[in-house]
């Protein structure tokens, strides 16, 4: 897995310990209301709510304030309306960057977006620029210290529950499926005992760009300031970095 999958988990981790400032609940709201309206009210039967409403008790976000949002997908409720879109563009060093947005007003998020680009060396693209770059997959990190099963056991439990690929990293394993096949295959390693730290619906990109020094502190600063946007849901990118680097930039 390139850089970015570090990345995520280093956010991942930050979210747990800032969810006080910034906008987390508002992110998990509108994925909340986007999940409910386009897979319907039931927890059991959406894939993509159950994630969202997960994430959302991760968060400690109260059950009343989630039963409301996802009346809010569904049309029981009223509120604001909101659309699903694409954005691409390029960072620094030529890597590409692809971000899932939710916004009620296009225009003002492409506004903005373009000036976090400018600011930070990079620039926002044309539709379809970089997608082509990425492919739509499942994907579970493990933490290597919490894992009492030997690696060929872990790896067969992986791959038995249909995983695509299986990656012993520094810090963590990694384990990636077809989007469908997440749930199964996390199901999978639970039951088996392993601790999963992160399992989510990404896109990993087909190759990576190495990035250090400089350009890596002004790669992780776009991707902060494109993360920390209300309207940013998640943000995709294939830079490859050390991860000593990484968590001294991040820290």
Request: with cysteine; charged share 30%.
């Amino acid at each position: 897995m390139s850089g970015h999958s570090k990345w995520a988990n280093i956010k991942h981790t930050k979210a747990k310990k800032d969810a006080e400032r910034g906008n987390l609940f508002s992110k998990l709201a509108r994925e909340i209301i986007v999940a409910a309206r386009q897979g319907g009210g039931s927890i059991e039967g959406n894939a993509r709510l159950r994630v969202a409403v997960e994430k959302a008790r991760d968060a400690n976000m109260p059950s009343d304030n989630i039963t409301r949002l996802i009346k809010r997908g569904t049309g029981e409720l009223d509120g604001v309306s909101y659309e699903e879109l694409t954005y691409e563009g390029y960072g620094p060093g030529g890597i590409a960057v692809l971000l899932d947005v939710v916004t009620d007003n296009r225009n003002r998020t492409a506004s903005e977006l373009r000036f976090i680009f400018s600011r930070h060396g990079g620039n926002l693209g044309e539709t379809g620029c970089v997608s082509w770059m990425f492919n739509k997959r499942g994907y579970i990190s493990i933490d290597r210290k919490g894992v009492t099963l030997d690696e060929d056991a872990l790896l067969l439990v992986a791959l038995e529950a249909g995983a695509l690929d299986f990656q012993s990293g520094e810090d963590a394993y990694e384990v990636i499926t077809e989007p469908e096949d997440l749930d199964k295959v996390k199901k999978a390693l639970e039951d088996a005992g392993v601790a999963v730290e992160l399992a989510e619906v990404t896109m990993v990109p087909q190759s990576t760009v190495r990035v250090e020094g400089k350009e890596a502190e002004q790669v992780l600063r776009l991707m902060d300031a494109l993360s920390d946007h209300e309207d940013v849901q998640k943000a995709y990118a294939n830079f490859e970095m050390s991860t000593e680097e990484m968590h001294r930039l991040a820290g």
